[in-house]
C-alpha cells in the first residue's frame, strides 16, 4: 500500500509539473504584454485591460483558505461551517458591485495606479495615501506569512519528499543530510505522505511520549523543501510578468480548482454512499454536533480524533495549550455560536469589499460589461466551488475518520479516491493543483500589491518622485525578493494557526478600507481626515480585540475574561464582545469615526469633488 | 461656480449599491434567523434530509443561495446600466504631472 502510495503520487508530480511550467509561461507571456507601453501601468495595472473572466475568478477572497483552511473546518467541525460560509451567496454582487463602477471611473479620472494612488487623488491629501499604504503593507505582509506555509504544506502533500529524502536524492537541496531526513520521516508520524489510517495509531504513540523525554523536534526537510520551490516558483513568476502574470495564472489556476473540485465531488460523495449516509456515518464517529449548530468539538480540546485546524503542527503547542486549558479550568467550547454565524456574514462581505487587492482589480476592469458579466460568472463559480467542498468534506469524514492534519483533507482524499485508478494520479495531480494554485494566486497577487505599496506609494511619492524606469524595475524586483525571504525565514519555524491569521487579515482589512471605500466612491462630503480616521479607528478596534486576546490569561482585564471559547480557540484568538467578531466592531467604529470626523473638519474644496462626482464637461450626461 | 450635474454613472453605482445592500441584509437576516431556529442543538435521529443534505442546511443555507445566485444573475443582466468609465490617458509615470 505504502508503495501504491509513491507510485501514485510520482504521477502527480508529473501532473504539477505541468501545471508550475504553465504557470511560469504565463509569466513569460505576461512579461512580453507589459513590455509594450508605460511600465508602471503595464506592470502593476495590466494597463486597464482586464476581461470579466478575469475579474471575476481573481478579484475574490479565494486563498489559501479556501481550500485548505475551509475544508479543515468543515471536517472538524461539521455541516454548520456551512453556516460560516454562507455570507458568500451574495459576495459576487458586494465585493464587486458595490464599489466596482466608481472605482474603475476614478482611478482613470485621477491616473491612479494603486489604491493609496487613489485615495490620495480623491482627497488631494498625501498623508491619506501614506496611512492607506502603510496599512496595506502591515495586513498584506502579514497574512503572506500564512500563505507561505500553506504553500510549502502543499508542496509537501504533493511531492513524495520523504521518499526523495530516504533515496534518490534529486532536488536541489537534497544534499542536505539524508540519515536526518529519514529520521524525521520516521519520528515525525504525523508528516508520513502516507495516508495509511496506521498514522493514527503512530501519532496516538508519538503523543504519548512524555514531552520533556523526547528530543528537539527534528527539522522537517520535507516542509522546507516545498517551501523553497514554492516560493521560487511564485516570486519567479511574479517578478517576471508582474500584475498580468498574477492575473494570467490566477485565472488559470482558479479554472483547474473548479475542474479539481467539480471530479472530486462526484467521486467522493458516491464512494461514501450518498451525503446522508456519510453524515450518518460521521455522526456516528463524532456526535450530534457534526450534523447541527453551534458544531462539533471532541470531547477534549486536544483529543486526536478530531483536533481544530489550529492546534495541530506542533505537538508542543498542542501540549501547552493543554496546560493553558487545564489552569484555565477548560472553558466551554463553542465552535459556532450565532453570534458568530451573524459575523461571519460581514467578514466574507466587507472583507471582500474591503481587500485592497481586489479593489486593484476593479480599477484594472476595462468596461462596466465586463464588470456585469464578471459578477454572473463569480456568482455560479462560487456555488459550484463552496457547496461542491462541503460535501466532499462530509465524505472525507465518513471515509477517512482520523486524518491528523484537517489543513490536507482535501488533497488527501485527492490522492485516496484516484489511487486505484489507471490513470488516476493524473487527475489526483490536478485536483492537488487546486490547493496549490490558490495559495500560488493569493501570494502572487498581494507580492504584486506590496511591491506596488512600497516602490509607488512610498519610494516614488515621498522619497524620488523622478526616478527613471530602470530604478523602479529593480526596486519593485528587489521588494519582491525580500518579502518571498521574509517569508521564507518566518517559515523556517512556521507560524500557527493559518486560518486564524488569515481571518484576522480580512478583519482587519476590512475595518481599514471597506467603510473608507464607500466614503472615496459615494460620499462628497467625506473629508482626508474623516477617512484617515476611519482607517485607522476600523483597523485599531481590530487589532487592538486580538491583542488584548492574545494576552496570557493572568494579564487579562477582568471584564475581558471569557468563560468560553468561541470558533477554533488557541492561542491567538481576539476577544469576541458579546460573542460578536471583532470585524463587526471594527466596521462600526469605522463608520463612526468616518462621518464624525468628515462632518466636523473643513468640507473639501467643491472643485475637486466636482471633478470626481460630476458629469465631464465634455461627456454629455446620459439622462 | 455653475452647477454641474451628476455623473450618470455615479447615480447607477449609488442605486445599484443600495439594492445589493438591502439583498445582504434580507440574506444575512434569513439565513442567520433560520439557521438559529432549525439548525442548532438538533440531533441526528429528528434530522430529515433533502437531496442528502440536512434539512436546516438546505433551507437555511443551500436554497437562499440558489435564490441569489438566480437574483445575482437577473441583477447584473437587467438592472445594472453601462456607462463608459471615461479616458484613461491620465496616467503619469512620475508625479510632475498636475492632474
Given amino acids: 500500500m505504502l508503495e501504491d502510495g509513491i507510485t501514485t503520487q510520482w504521477g502527480t508530480v508529473v501532473a504539477l509539473v505541468i501545471f508550475i511550467i504553465a504557470t511560469l509561461w504565463f509569466g513569460a507571456a505576461a512579461q512580453r504584454a507589459v513590455s509594450r507601453g508605460s511600465f508602471l501601468k503595464g506592470y502593476f495595472l495590466g494597463n486597464r485591460g482586464l476581461g470579466a473572466w478575469a475579474i471575476a475568478l481573481t478579484a475574490t477572497v479565494q486563498s489559501g483558505g479556501t481550500f485548505m483552511g475551509f475544508p479543515a473546518l468543515v471536517y472538524s467541525f461539521g455541516w454548520v461551517v456551512a453556516v460560516w460560509i454562507a455570507g458568500y451567496m451574495v459576495v459576487p454582487l458586494t465585493s464587486l458591485g458595490v464599489l466596482g463602477k466608481r472605482f474603475a471611473q476614478l482611478s482613470r479620472r485621477t491616473g491612479a495606479i494603486t489604491v493609496p494612488d487613489l485615495l490620495r487623488e480623491r482627497f488631494d491629501d498625501s498623508r491619506v495615501g501614506l496611512i492607506g499604504s502603510l496599512l496595506i503593507l502591515f495586513f498584506l505582509t502579514f497574512t503572506m506569512v500564512a500563505q507561505f506555509k500553506a504553500g510549502a504544506a502543499v508542496m509537501k502533500i504533493v511531492f513524495p519528499l520523504d521518499a526523495v529524502f530516504a533515496s534518490a536524492p534529486v532536488d536541489e537541496a537534497a544534499p542536505v543530510a539524508a540519515a536526518d531526513s529519514a529520521a524525521a520521516a520516521g519520528t515525525d508520524a504525523i508528516d508520513a505522505t502516507s495516508i495509511e489510517t496506521t498514522i493514527t495509531a503512530a501519532a496516538n504513540a508519538t503523543a504519548e511520549t512524555p514531552e520533556a523525554a523526547k528530543p528537539a523536534p527534528p527539522v522537517d526537510y520535507a516542509f522546507l523543501v516545498g517551501l523553497g520551490t514554492f516560493t521560487l516558483i511564485v516570486v519567479g513568476y511574479t517578478m517576471f510578468g508582474g500584475f498580468l502574470a498574477s492575473v494570467w495564472t490566477d485565472l488559470f489556476q482558479s479554472v483547474l480548482m473548479l475542474i479539481g473540485v467539480v471530479i472530486l465531488v462526484c467521486i467522493a460523495v458516491p464512494a461514501a454512499g450518498g451525503l446522508e449516509a456519510a453524515t450518518r456515518q460521521a455522526v456516528a464517529a463524532t456526535g450530534d454536533g457534526f450534523v447541527s449548530g453551534p458544531g462539533f468539538i471532541a470531547p477534549t480540546a486536544v483529543s486526536d480524533d478530531a483536533p481544530g485546524p489550529e492546534q495541530l503542527e506542533s505537538e508542543q503547542l498542542v501540549a501547552e495549550e493543554q496546560v493553558a486549558l487545564e489552569q484555565a479550568h477548560a472553558p466551554v467550547r463553542i465552535f459556532l455560536p450565532v453570534s458568530l454565524a451573524f459575523s461571519f456574514f460581514f467578514t466574507w462581505v466587507y472583507g471582500g469589499m474591503g481587500s485592497p487587492a481586489g479593489m486593484v482589480r476593479l480599477m484594472a476592469c476595462n468596461s462596466t460589461g465586463t464588470l456585469r458579466r464578471s459578477i454572473v460568472l463569480l456568482a455560479a463559480y462560487n456555488m459550484l466551488i463552496y457547496i461542491p467542498l462541503i460535501m466532499i468534506c462530509i465524505a472525507g469524514r465518513a471515509l477517512m475518520p482520523n486524518v491528523q492534519h484537517p489543513d490536507e483533507i482535501i488533497p488527501r482524499m485527492a490522492v485516496q479516491m484516484t489511487s486505484q485508478w489507471t490513470g488516476g494520479s493524473l487527475l489526483a495531480g490536478l485536483v492537488l493543483a487546486a490547493p496549490f494554485g490558490a495559495v500560488m494566486a493569493t501570494v502572487s497577487s498581494y507580492l504584486v500589491v506590496i511591491a506596488s505599496g512600497i516602490v509607488r506609494d512610498i519610494y516614488q511619492r515621498f522619497y524620488d518622485p523622478h526616478a527613471n524606469e530602470m530604478t523602479i524595475k529593480r526596486l519593485t524586483y528587489l521588494s519582491m525578493l525580500v518579502v518571498g525571504a521574509i517569508a521564507i525565514a518566518t517559515n523556517i519555524n512556521p507560524p500557527e494557526f493559518l486560518q486564524a491569521i488569515i481571518v484576522f487579515c480580512g478583519a482587519g482589512q476590512a475595518a481599514a478600507f471597506a467603510v473608507p471605500g464607500v466614503m472615496t466612491a459615494f460620499w462628497r462630503r467625506a473629508t482626508a481626515a474623516g477617512t484617515i480616521a476611519s482607517m485607522l479607528a476600523g483597523s485599531a478596534t481590530v487589532v487592538g480585540l486580538y491583542a488584548v486576546g492574545w494576552l496570557p490569561d493572568g494579564m487579562m482585564p477582568a471584564a475581558f475574561v471569557q468563560d468560553e471559547v468561541l470558533f477554533t480557540g488557541g492561542a491567538f484568538r481576539p476577544i469576541y464582545l458579546f460573542g460578536i467578531d471583532p470585524i463587526v466592531w471594527g466596521l462600526l467604529m469605522s463608520a463612526v469615526a468616518g462621518v464624525a470626523v468628515s462632518l466636523a473638519t473643513q468640507p473639501p474644496r467643491a472643485e475637486i469633488i466636482s471633478n470626481l462626482f460630476d458629469a465631464e464637461p465634455e461627456a454629455e450626461p446620459a439622462g | ?99
Avoid at chain 2, 431556529?37 to 437562499?64: E, H, Q
Fill in chain 2, 1 to 99: 461656480m455653475p452647477p454641474r450635474e451628476e455623473d450618470a454613472l455615479l447615480r447607477s453605482a449609488r442605486r445599484e449599491a443600495i439594492v445589493i445592500v438591502v439583498l445582504w441584509a434580507v440574506a444575512l437576516v434569513y439565513t442567520v434567523t433560520y439557521c438559529a431556529l432549525y439548525g442548532y442543538d438538533r440531533t441526528i435521529d429528528d434530522m430529515t434530509f433533502v437531496f442528502g443534505f440536512p434539512d436546516w442546511v438546505f433551507w437555511g443555507v443551500i436554497f437562499p443561495w440558489t435564490l441569489c445566485t438566480v437574483f445575482t444573475w437577473w441583477f447584473c443582466n437587467f438592472f445594472m446600466g453601462d456607462e463608459p468609465l471615461g479616458d484613461d490617458s491620465k496616467v503619469p509615470d512620475d508625479f510632475t504631472d498636475d492632474f
